[in-house]
């Protein structure tokens, strides 16, 4: 299991986004990915690998832990940054994490 | 540029059968795996199934497992989902995805809802 804290995080752009993702049972090989959406879109790759950025996503946007926790981190939040963001690990089978929505 | 285009969605009835395609462009198709996840407001992100670059290989979660089956024609470069034995909480809105080595998932088809009602 997948669990994302904050469930909300609201910030204003510029500032600085931590989201946690934190799993019940370790994840081997840092087999850990982020994904961002936007209302009425599908889920984008951000991050895979625990920190590998996803092709076209901007260096703002770093993931990094190991084992059961797992950061993504927003350094300096744009307005189109304003989303949900979903954790996955696919270690054992593959499960997402419940959600952290981005909000002004 | 990578393309995904789900049909064959719509509504179901309990019990009942809905089969979903997915056409896939720009990308050499049959050097990858293919899944089909779905999202609910209640449940979030499930995988839902995937299948290997030649189709001998197949997974399932397991609340679909013996009613949905997964499959590939690589020469029309398509993966389907037949989806037998529909239940209510299997409405959802499905995605056809590219899996990269049976891990994460790189590019995400639009969407295709599925609704399972009487």
Redesign the interface.
């Known amino acids: 299991v997948l669990t994302q804290s904050p469930g909300t995080l609201s910030l204003s752009p510029g500032e600085r986004a931590t989201l946690s993702c934190r799993a019940s049972q370790s994840v081997g090989g840092r087999?850990l990915?982020w994904?961002q959406q936007k209302p009425g879109?599908?889920?984008?790759?951000l991050i895979?690998?625990t920190s590998n950025r996803?092709t076209g996503i901007p260096d703002r946007f770093s993931g990094s832990g190991s084992g059961t926790d797992f950061t993504l981190t927003i350094s300096r939040l744009e307005p189109e940054d304003f989303a949900m963001y979903?954790c996955?690990q696919?270690d054992k089978?593959?499960?997402?994490?419940?959600?952290t929505r981005v909000e002004i | 540029e990578v393309q995904l285009e789900e049909s064959g969605g719509g509504l179901g009835q309990p019990g009942g059968s809905l089969r979903l395609s997915c056409l896939a462009s720009g990308f050499t198709f049959r050097r990858y795996w293919m899944s089909w996840l779905r999202q609910t407001p209640g449940k979030?992100?499930?995988?839902v199934a995937n299948i290997n670059e030649v189709g001998r290989e197949k997974?399932y979660?397991d609340s679909v497992r013996g009613r949905f089956t997964i499959s590939r024609d690589n020469a029309k470069n398509s993966v389907y989902l037949q989806m037998n034995s529909l239940r209510v909480e299997d409405t959802a809105v499905y995605?056809c995805v590219r899996d990269?080595d049976?891990?994460?998932?790189?590019?995400?088809?639009?969407?295709i809802l599925v609704t399972v009602s009487s």
């Open positions: 087999y990915a994904y879109q599908a889920p984008r790759l895979y690998h996803a979903y996955q696919y089978s593959k499960t997402f994490g419940q959600g | 979030g992100l499930e995988f997974y979660v995605y990269v049976h891990g994460h998932f790189d590019f995400w088809g639009q969407g």
